[in-house]
């Protein structure tokens, strides 16, 4: 098998159609906006986020913001309020993301926002963007284009130094104008709050909004869990390492169950050893699992390898979360 190298494309009718398609695929693509490049992927496919954790190699879920050419959809994905409406119509497109309380059955992959029930939301300026995403016909969840613990890229060459084979499709649409990430407003506080500091500032905000507050958080800085943000997690315990569940327990398993023995009821994150697979399929499966008739979920060993870094970050916090 020969690794795919990064192809960087320049941005035309030709090469937004093959991009576009390639999101459709549950493929990646990083592709300019105008505050740095994103990393792509369809914001409904569970398999395409998990890639886009894969590809940055970071050993946590962290949280993506989901890119759409236009306001209007954002109904079908969150709870759209008059200030989210104020506020889209004073900055959109443009470098302000909005998170808000995600709709009960909202299409956006639940490990796109790693299981938060808020999902962060941004219109972009750059057509580019807004081409690929309306072409695409698809909520775009995309982080920066880097590589964990890197700096966000402004350029194309930036992402193709920083990802290599990781982001095979490239879409150079020049230098980002901002060159700083979006804001991030939460709406999903009592009191509007900045989770990150960009283009649109609190001078720019408190005259729309009134009061707001700031809350910064280092997403580089590693966290306990207990300062996270209100991750999910399950109502029962979770016990690790399981290689046995009792009869009272939900039993997750990963790879060939055949010999393993126990669970009140058994899914398997992937039969065949997978670790996008079962990325892919961690946070619905725990809700799955997630029964007040049972005494708690038994997830068997995953590999602390690739994603299985951040899968068992993600499920040691649940298992610390209810003890
Ligand atoms: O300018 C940008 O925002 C760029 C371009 C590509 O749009 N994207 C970007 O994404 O900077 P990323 O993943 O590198 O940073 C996203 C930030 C993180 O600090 C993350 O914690 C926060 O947004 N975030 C995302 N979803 C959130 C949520 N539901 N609640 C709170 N914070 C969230
Ligand atoms: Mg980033």
Not at 178 to 199: C, D
Request: proline share 8%; with cysteine.
């Amino acid at each position: 098998m020969t690794t795919p190298t990064p192809q960087i494309y320049p941005a035309n009718a030709e090469s937004l159609d093959l991009a576009a398609k390639t999101l459709q695929k549950g493929q990646l693509v990083a592709f300019p906006t105008e505050t740095v490049y994103g990393l792509g992927a369809d914001a409904t496919n569970d398999e395409a986020i998990a890639r886009i954790y894969e590809a940055k190699g970071r050993p946590q879920f962290n949280p993506i913001i989901v890119h759409v050419a236009q306001a209007e959809i954002l109904k079908d994905y969150v709870e759209w309020t008059d200030q989210a409406e104020k506020l889209a119509d004073h900055f959109w497109p443009g470098p302000l993301t909005l998170v808000l309380p995600r709709l009960q059955n909202s299409p956006i992959s639940l490990l796109a926002s790693a299981g938060l029930d808020t999902i962060a939301v941004r219109c972009p300026a750059h057509p580019v963007a807004r081409d690929l995403i309306s072409q695409a016909n698809c909520p775009v969840a995309a982080p920066s284009a880097n590589a964990s613990g890197t700096l966000s890229p402004t350029a194309a060459r930036h992402v193709a130094d920083s990802l290599g084979s990781a982001a095979p499709l490239i879409i150079d649409g020049g230098p980002s104008e901002v060159g700083l990430e979006s804001t991030v407003l939460s709406l999903s506080h009592k009191v509007p709050t900045i989770l990150r500091h960009g283009a649109v500032t609190i001078e720019m905000l408190t005259p729309l909004l009134g009061t707001v507050h700031q809350s910064l958080h280092d997403d580089t800085a590693p966290k306990s869990p207990g300062m996270l943000l209100s991750h999910y997690a399950p109502n029962i315990p979770v016990r690790l390492n399981a290689l046995t569940g009792t009869d009272k327990e939900a039993f997750l398993t990963f790879g060939d169950d055949n010999d393993v023995q126990g669970g009140a009821m058994r899914i398997n994150l992937s039969a065949n050893g997978d670790l996008i697979e079962a990325a892919a399929n961690l946070f619905s499966m725990m809700r799955e699992c997630d029964q007040p008739s049972l005494e708690g979920i038994a997830v068997m060993p995953i590999p602390d390898e690739g994603l299985g870094l951040a899968i068992n970050d993600r499920l040691s916090r649940a298992a610390i979360a209810k003890k």
